[in-house]
């Protein structure tokens, strides 16, 4: 059974084509520059090697449509019919507080996730016009929406709760949700598999590390606690983002720097974490070269970057009691083992030696194509 993945982001849609069965992507690639100048497809797939076109692109809608000539092309395509595509799997990023699981697109879900573009003002629109781009490109074919703060609905009320008046809980829904929800999910199912134990009887910690960054105490399977807020700022260090501070800052900088609502949010999301701390780049990759080439201010960057790992698996370990793994991933967590070796060796004298710490490649991909099957498969 093919299951077409789809991830559409605001100027950009990526795709990943998958024989469910076998666990195999025939093809993937991207449409990017969306709506902008100099549009292009990057296409891959095993038997064809790469191919990159430059093409207009003036939305989601056009892109749903190069991507479906592209896999049915008749040379470098991997598809003879579109109608051999069975399911269709979209990522989107907030499903709210309305939906903990995987769920088939129906015109009442996406009424709802219309609703969260308020909490996600970035990410639900894009992927609304990839929803709705699918619709009538793969008409009659199955949609299924993963969500990225799915995982985390299982949170108790005491962890996403914020210390604002709770009315504003009421009005707004202003809480913790969390993100990169498919990855924790996908890291933590492969832990327990690794450790030959059940999902349901393991306590871990997953470290989500690539370009965004969060982690998350999973208790038996479920999401307990994560880093990442009501937006993805909250939390550890990342790329461009600064995580946790001081609230107060926003004022403070609003009024010494003399700078907009907008343009603080933007500070703090583009501007910050190893970029803004390094002055070099969001790129660990540079970062450690710039290490390397005796740069202290990367290195700066670097010691903070873990530290505030340390600190939050410390806090994590506290709320599990017992911690079987902490499980690295993404581009960083599955590229620079001198993060996990400093970690094991820092933390190893509180845990005891008893908890095992690893890196495991994620694959939100997969997963989102293996939850289309499971609910295209039940209908
Ligand atoms: P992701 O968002 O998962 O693609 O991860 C992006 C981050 O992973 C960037 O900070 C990259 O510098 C980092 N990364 C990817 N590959 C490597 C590598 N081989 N060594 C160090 N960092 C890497």
């Known amino acids: 059974m093919l299951i077409l993945v789809v991830n559409c982001g605001s100027s950009s ?12 992507s025939l093809c993937r690639g991207s449409v990017e520059r969306i709506g902008e100048e100099g549009s292009s497809l990057t296409h891959e797939s095993g038997e064809n090697g790469k ?17 479906r000539d592209m896999i049915t092309d008749p040379e470098k395509g991997v ?3 579109v109608s051999e595509v069975t399911g269709v799997g979209h990522r989107v990023v907030h499903g709210g507080e309305k939906f903990n699981t995987s769920t088939l697109i129906n015109a009442e879900v996406i009424d709802t996730i219309e609703r969260f573009v308020e909490l996600a003002p970035l990410h639900n629109p894009p992927s609304l016009e990839g929803i709705r781009g699918c619709m009538k490109i793969f008409s009659g074919v199955p949609q299924v929406a993963v969500f990225d703060t799915a995982f985390h609905q299982s949170m108790p009320d005491h962890a996403f709760t914020y210390g604002i008046p709770y009315e504003l809980y009421e009005k707004y ?14 890291v933590a199912r492969k832990a327990a598999e690794e450790l030959g134990r059940d999902p349901g009887e393991v306590n871990l910690i997953t470290v989500h590390l690539g370009n965004g960054c969060s ?8 999401s307990v606690d994560t880093s990442m807020g009501f937006t993805p700022l909250e939390g550890l260090l990342m790329g461009t983002r600064s995580g946790d501070l001081d609230p107060a800052l926003v004022t403070f900088l609003m009024q010494r720097e003399d700078l907009s609502a907008e343009e603080v949010n933007d500070l703090m999301n583009k501007k910050s974490g190893l970029l803004g701390l390094s002055g070099i780049s969001n790129d660990m990759r540079d970062i450690l070269g710039a290490i390397d080439e005796g740069n202290a201010r990367a290195e700066l960057a670097y010691d903070v970057f873990v530290y505030r790992i340390k600190k939050y698996i410390g806090s994590y370990a506290a709320v599990l009691g017992r911690v079987d793994a902490v499980v690295l991933t993404a581009g960083i967590g599955e590229n620079v083992p001198r993060i996990k070796e400093q970690l094991e060796r820092e933390l190893n004298p509180m845990f005891g030696g008893s908890t095992r710490f690893m890196s495991i490649g994620t694959n939100e991909e997969l997963l989102i194509a293996k939850d289309t099957y499971k609910i295209v498969n039940s209908e």
């Open 79 to 81: 598809l003879k019919d």
């Open 13 to 24: 849609a990526k795709y990943d084509l998958f024989d469910v069965e076998k666990e195999a």
């Open 173 to 186: 829904r202003i809480r913790k949700y969390g993100f990169h929800g498919t990855s924790h999910r996908y």
């Open 51 to 67: 191919i990159h076109r430059d093409l207009s692109c003036p939305d989601h809608h056009r892109a749903i449509e190069i991507i």
């Open 215 to 222: 982690i998350a105490a999973v208790q038996k399977g479920k």
